[in-house]
């Protein structure tokens, strides 16, 4: 969530760019983090593996498209997805009953998942903030499968859209791979201890933070459509 | 505990591209041979290190580590549920024909 504007904003590198580092260090996250929550059984697989399918071609279809869309939009975009991911952190998950699993509604579980893809490959966002709610509200999972289920899936989510911009050149091999070693092992940690800092200063402020970027995000998509 | 072959499978493929990392780094041809002098100079430094073999290794295993985890699992369910390893396969069909367009768009 915070690669792209830490790389765009703070080094300079190109919009594009930032977002396919950020692809690649999703990724790490996800190889880094999933082996503990397949572990502790906290991946729904015949959901994720369908998911997966719609997710990684709403991906890779953005992956593909990414050249021809302007920055601008992106950044606003970016910045709309930060707000709500705000909203999403100060409210408390809602507790599923692991019993009483609802059926899907198998058209809008996949449209969901195939909206979360596009959004991953044109933002370089991990889709965590998208996924984790629809698996949870939607295909009926408890809170922290759905979690669990979600960072499995992001990781062929990110590398299917981050392999199209490596092959196009995008990725700047360097910072990618710095990146991704920093991501997988903080993920790698967090897998393991995070259940223990629930703190909800800790939400709180991380909320107001991701705030302060959302709104130099629009600061910089307006200073791009004055240009 | 759920056991499946794609926990080892992933955990081997984190811990190799961890390994190349140090030992592109320590070659002196990776990022963090470089010192960046200030904040600023940060992108210019980082750019430096596109081309370099160990990091391209690095972001090539990190990058298919999860799809291939995905049929690993898909494979282990095969008997039980047969159309989850289809729709892997078909997965990474997808994934494969976008990257060959990738390259064939340039």
Same mark, same amino acid.
């Given at each position: 969530?915070?690669?792209?504007?830490?790389?765009?904003?703070?080094?300079?590198?190109?919009?594009?760019?930032?977002?396919?580092?950020?692809?690649?260090?999703?990724?790490?996250?996800?190889?880094?983090?999933?082996?503990?929550?397949?572990?502790?059984?906290?991946?729904?697989?015949?959901?994720?593996?369908?998911?997966?399918?719609?997710?990684?071609?709403?991906?890779?279809?953005?992956?593909?498209?990414?050249?021809?869309?302007?920055?601008?939009?992106?950044?606003?975009?970016?910045?709309?997805?930060?707000?709500?991911?705000?909203?999403?952190?100060?409210?408390?998950?809602?507790?599923?009953?692991?019993?009483?699993?609802?059926?899907?509604?198998?058209?809008?579980?996949?449209?969901?998942?195939?909206?979360?893809?596009?959004?991953?490959?044109?933002?370089?966002?991990?889709?965590?903030?998208?996924?984790?709610?629809?698996?949870?509200?939607?295909?009926?999972?408890?809170?922290?499968?759905?979690?669990?289920?979600?960072?499995?899936?992001?990781?062929?989510?990110?590398?299917?859209?981050?392999?199209?911009?490596?092959?196009?050149?995008?990725?700047?091999?360097?910072?990618?791979?710095?990146?991704?070693?920093?991501?997988?092992?903080?993920?790698?940690?967090?897998?393991?201890?995070?259940?223990?800092?629930?703190?909800?200063?800790?939400?709180?402020?991380?909320?107001?933070?991701?705030?302060?970027?959302?709104?130099?995000?629009?600061?910089?998509?307006?200073?791009?459509?004055?240009? | 505990?759920?056991?499946?072959?794609?926990? &080892?499978?992933?955990?081997?493929?984190?811990?190799?591209?961890?390994?190349?990392?140090?030992?592109?780094?320590?070659?002196?041809?990776?990022?963090?041979?470089?010192? &960046?002098?200030?904040?600023?100079?940060?992108?210019?430094?980082?750019?430096?290190?596109?081309?370099?073999?160990?990091?391209?290794?690095?972001?090539?295993?990190?990058?298919?580590?999860? &799809?291939?985890?995905?049929?690993?699992?898909?494979?282990?369910?095969?008997?039980?549920? &047969?159309?989850?390893?289809?729709?892997?396969?078909?997965?990474?069909?997808?994934?494969?024909?976008?990257?060959?367009?990738?390259?064939?768009?340039?």
């Amino acid at each position: 969530m915070l690669i792209v504007p830490a790389l765009s904003l703070l080094t300079g590198i190109a919009f594009r760019e930032a977002v396919a580092v950020s692809l690649v260090a999703v990724a790490a996250m996800s190889v880094s983090a999933s082996p503990v929550f397949l572990r502790q059984g906290l991946v729904d697989i015949p959901i994720a593996i369908e998911f997966q399918f719609f997710s990684v071609f709403g991906a890779a279809a953005a992956g593909l498209m990414a050249p021809v869309i302007p920055e601008t939009p992106l950044y606003f975009l970016f910045a709309v997805v930060l707000l709500y991911s705000c909203v999403r952190m100060l409210k408390p998950p809602v507790a599923a009953d692991a019993n009483k699993r609802p059926e899907a509604p198998r058209r809008l579980g996949n449209a969901a998942a195939l909206g979360s893809g596009a959004l991953s490959g044109l933002l370089g966002v991990g889709g965590g903030v998208l996924n984790t709610p629809v698996l949870h509200l939607i295909f009926g999972l408890p809170f922290r499968v759905a979690a669990g289920t979600s960072i499995f899936i992001l990781g062929a989510t990110a590398a299917s859209a981050a392999l199209i911009y490596l092959f196009r050149g995008d990725v700047i091999l360097g910072a990618a791979a710095l990146t991704a070693v920093g991501a997988g092992i903080g993920a790698g940690l967090m897998a393991a201890v995070g259940h223990r800092t629930e703190k909800r200063w800790l939400r709180t402020a991380f909320a107001v933070f991701l705030t302060v970027v959302a709104l130099v995000m629009v600061r910089n998509g307006f200073g791009q459509l004055l240009q | 505990m759920i056991e499946t072959r794609a926990v &080892p499978f992933l955990r081997t493929i984190a811990g190799l591209a961890l390994a190349i990392f140090v030992i592109g780094s320590f070659w002196g041809r990776g990022v963090l041979s470089r010192s &960046p002098s200030d904040v600023a100079d940060l992108g210019a430094n980082l750019r430096d290190g596109a081309g370099d073999g160990f990091m391209g290794l690095v972001v090539i295993a990190v990058l298919l580590a999860l &799809p291939m985890a995905m049929l690993v699992v898909a494979w282990e369910g095969r008997k039980s549920t &047969p159309r989850h390893l289809w729709l892997a396969l078909a997965t990474s069909g997808t994934l494969a024909v976008s990257v060959l367009i990738a390259v064939l768009a340039g």
